[in-house]
């Protein structure tokens, strides 16, 4: 399994037959490499959205156009793209399974907000979310935009995550201490990886304090672009 950073919230993983990019926000992110967009996406397969945000789903239907892929998530907000974009959509929801290839992956509960850009101001787009991802022997969960939430102990009793990939940055999300709160008292992480941080100044810049309220997981903070093996 390969992990890529693509900043903020956005990742590109490589896991049994599928390439996954979880919200691939490359357009205007400013701690994203422009000119590494074509690596960032080629050979995707699928693009997982946890919630409607331009800071989570900006580029995926020009992504999805581009590379002839699907993009998975909360069936509200797929159902209405594929009327209105024409692209391919995979709408489920909280609970759902989906089988892509050899991965599963579950959709599961985040609480945030979701909506998109309308004409007179912002648009329901369905409802926010996270997901476990499954292949390899192995579950990640993604927890997309949340709050600690009592949910964690049933996706923990349910899917027994080993890794770990915690919005982090505070103001909009977890902060580091919320999240290192999280994955002690819910889960059993081997690895965490922080993200929704560092992107702009009202973010936490480093994960320091996630990283000492959990000295039992391996807590790494990922480069962009740099990917990691697991």
Request: charged share 20%; aromatic share 8%.
């Amino acid at each position: 399994m390969k992990i890529i950073w693509l900043g903020h919230s956005g990742f590109r993983i490589e896991i049994a037959d599928q390439v996954l990019l979880i919200d691939p926000w490359l357009t205007g992110n400013p701690v994203f490499p422009q000119r590494r967009r074509g690596r960032a996406i080629k050979g995707a397969t699928h693009i997982l959205l946890t919630h409607g945000h331009g800071d989570h789903a900006g580029d995926a239907v020009a992504i999805s156009r581009e590379l002839g892929i699907p993009v998975a998530g909360i069936y509200d907000l797929m159902s209405h793209w594929e009327t209105t974009e024409g692209i391919e959509t995979i709408g489920f929801n909280k609970g759902g399974t989906i089988r892509l290839g050899d991965v599963a992956v579950t959709m599961v509960n985040a609480v945030h907000s979701s909506s998109v850009a309308g004409e007179t101001g912002p648009a329901y787009a369905g409802s926010e979310a996270g997901y476990m991802i499954a292949a390899e022997g192995r579950t990640i969960y993604v927890s997309g935009d949340t709050d600690v939430m009592a949910d964690m102990k049933v996706f923990q009793d349910l899917h027994e995550p080993d890794i770990g990939i915690l919005s982090s940055g505070g103001h909009f999300t977890m902060d580091m201490a919320r999240a290192a709160y999280a994955a002690k008292t819910f889960f059993n992480f081997e690895t965490i990886i922080p993200c929704h941080y560092r992107t702009f100044p009202i973010l936490e810049q480093s994960a320091e304090k996630l990283a000492e309220g959990v000295p039992f997981a391996d807590v790494i903070e990922l480069e962009v672009m740099v990917p990691i093996e697991l």
